[in-house]
């Protein structure tokens, strides 16, 4: 990369990488944060360049280093220009620990800022390609907004290499955008190892959510109204008068006052644990018996991802890439948006029959293993990292 740079083979070695996200609770820092977590596991050089330290890193982890991206504050800016400090201290990481590449998650405006960072080290003669993952919202939101498609557009199509986390969401970039840049598809994973069921740990944690004759379900979310929280609140009240049951809500955001007021209205606000942002996620979630994720978009469906490593099988909705995730009637069940009634009713059936559930529990378990483990798809990556390298070296 540069003249002082080591000159071992960078088909081999383990690669210095540079990670940009939104550190904050969504799927997209989860998903760079966990991949950050996985490649340093595995002995790779991890950067993190964000405006604050991601909320599942503890900053112990070996092979990891955060930089903060410091955005400063001068009278004659109405916004601080996050984009240009970010491009800024790309590049001075990059060239102070002689990275290989940036792989930023979230097209807007990290695709831009890591351009930037790549010419201004292209003017001293230093190499720096990088990666952007496509993860949704910012294709199917932000990206299409008028006032953004043009630099949405242009961040891709300058970009070395381009994932997408589904096929869904590849084929959507494609048509919305009209371009022809190819995108790999590397979906999202989960450390299976991690998010599973611990009978020990179930025994000690369920009990302080459910008692032993209720059934407990959940719904994790950054609570967006394009996650349909209230849908969640609507089939939570339909079973729990079907059968006694109690629901964890993990997560935050603009919606958790809708719900509280609809649980206080349907009158389940005593059946319902509010618990707010959580980071032990995976030792909730085996706690559960049934996932509710009826969003009204999911380019992916991490959260029911993690539910089902857990053997927690997710009543969800047919959108996005959710389909490539979940197999209707085997390790899950799918529903047209808004379909409240017939969700609460496919729960209400799983609940009181134990041995359905224990079946598509299993399946939803065996699901996770077989094609979304991050042994299987940190692989993936690392054979897209060298690839991209040998092809911008």
Do not use: W
């Not at 596991?41 to 964000?50: N, Q, S």
């Not at 007021?261 to 059946?271: E, F, H, P, Q, T």
């Amino acid at each position: 990369m540069t003249s002082g740079s080591p000159t071992l083979d960078r088909s081999s070695r383990p690669l210095r990488i540079g990670i940009t996200c939104y550190p904050t609770y969504g799927g997209s820092g989860v998903v760079a944060t966990e991949l950050g977590i996985e490649l340093a596991a595995r002995g790779h050089d991890i950067h993190f360049i964000t405006s604050s330290q991601p909320f599942r890193l503890t900053g112990r982890e070996h092979n990891i280093h955060f930089h903060q991206v410091e955005v400063f504050h001068y009278p004659l800016f109405e916004h601080p220009p996050y984009d240009l400090a970010l491009a800024t201290r790309m590049a001075e990481v990059a060239e102070f620990y002689a990275l290989d590449l940036l792989h930023v998650h979230y097209a807007i405006p990290h695709s831009v800022s890591a351009y930037l960072a790549k010419q201004m080290l292209a003017a001293r003669g230093i190499t720096l390609p990088f990666i952007t993952t496509l993860h949704g919202t910012d294709i199917t939101l932000v990206g299409l907004d008028r006032s953004y498609l043009p630099i949405t557009r242009f961040g891709i199509e300058v970009s070395d290499g381009v994932t997408a986390i589904s096929e869904h969401l590849r084929e959507r970039t494609r048509n919305a955008f009209k371009i022809d840049t190819p995108i790999e598809v590397i979906r999202n994973f989960v450390n299976c190892d991690v998010y599973k069921r611990k009978p020990e740990l179930v025994a000690e944690m369920r009990p302080l959510y459910a008692q032993p004759a209720e059934a407990l379900l959940v719904h994790l979310s950054n609570f967006r109204p394009v996650k349909r929280v209230a849908d969640v609140v609507q089939v939570f009240a339909r079973v729990a008068a079907a059968t006694p049951a109690r629901l964890m809500l993990i997560g935050d955001g603009p919606d958790r006052s809708t719900a509280e007021y609809l649980a206080r209205k349907l009158g389940v606000a005593d059946r319902i644990h509010f618990l707010g942002k959580q980071d032990n996620v995976n030792e909730l979630l085996p706690c559960a018996d049934l996932m509710l994720m009826p969003s009204e978009m999911e380019s992916f469906g991490l959260a029911a991802l993690e539910a089902m490593a857990c053997g927690v099988p997710a009543v969800a909705t047919r959108v996005g890439g959710v389909p490539e995730l979940i197999h209707d009637g085997l390790d899950g069940c799918l529903f047209e948006i808004g379909e409240v009634d017939a969700m609460a009713h496919a729960a209400i059936q799983l609940l009181t029959q134990p041995e359905r559930l224990e079946e598509m529990a299993r399946a939803a378990r065996k699901t996770a293993q077989d094609h979304f483990c991050a042994n299987t798809i940190i692989g993936i990556y690392e054979a897209y990292y060298r690839q991209i390298l040998v092809q911008k070296g």
